[in-house]
């Protein structure tokens, strides 16, 4: 089974405020930011987080866009809910509820390398791969499919450097707080469906057109 632990922990405060941007004015450069940290409405049941990919995973951030594009997370549950540590979905075992004592162990038939990104770290809404243990799997490959959404930085910050943080969660964090708060039998499963019914690409906005000088005016 692909688990992440939980344990308590404390931290002082990190990084620095994002600089700010002019909104109305979108460049060429910030489309491109765009495309290289594409950005995906992961549409439940219980509402809609929107993720941004990092650009500097860029194994984990195409594999993700490749899955998106085949549908595989469509109809996929949230398998694995634990309030105040994390939520955890992308397993394709989870469509099938004759399948449950197999929920967490599935997924496509590779892993993807780690990508361990110093300046990324557990935070709320972080979105990271789940994986198999260390004694299976010393070199803490992801898992080819399942990822896990952060509840509580607090609880998760003894897991910086050990999975791969390849997003964040930009709009919808609330949802994380109603998921997280679903009841949950013994092994952590909801009782009540959670489930991811679309993962749809947010396009960039088209670049303004240009303004076009009055080439005919005269004085």
Same mark, same amino acid.
């Given at each position: ?94 469509? /099938?509820? @004759? ?6 162990? &599935?997924?496509?038939? *590779?892993? #993807?390398?780690? !990508? ?17 243990? /260390?004694? @299976? ?6 898992? &080819?499919?399942?990822? *896990?959404? #952060?509840?509580? !930085? ?66």
């Amino acid at each position: 089974m692909l688990l992440a632990f939980a344990s308590c922990g404390q931290h002082g405060r990190r990084g620095a405020a994002d600089a700010q941007t002019d909104s109305t004015s979108i460049t060429d450069s910030m489309v491109n930011k765009l495309i290289e940290e594409p950005e995906f409405d992961i549409i439940t049941n219980m509402g809609t987080m929107r993720v941004k990919l990092y650009s500097k995973t860029p194994k984990h951030r195409d594999n993700f866009v490749k899955l998106v594009k085949e549908r595989y997370y469509d109809g996929i549950r949230f398998h694995r809910v634990i309030e105040g540590f994390m939520i955890q979905a992308g397993d394709p075992f989870s469509r /099938d509820t @004759a399948k449950i004592d197999m929920w967490g162990q &599935g997924g496509p038939d *590779y892993t #993807v390398p780690a !990508e361990f990104v110093n300046e990324y770290w557990h935070k709320k809404g972080a979105l990271a791969a789940a994986r198999k243990g /260390d004694m @299976a799997n010393p070199k803490k490959a992801s898992s &080819g499919s399942q990822f *896990y959404i #952060v509840h509580d !930085e607090n609880a998760c910050l003894h897991l910086d450097g050990q999975y791969t943080i390849f997003g964040e969660v930009i709009e919808g964090l609330n949802v994380i707080d109603r998921i997280a708060r679903v009841d949950v039998d013994r092994y952590d499963r909801p009782m009540e469906d959670v489930i991811i019914t679309a993962v749809k690409a947010v396009e960039p906005e088209p670049l303004p057109e240009p303004v076009k000088s009055d080439s005919t005016k005269t004085e």
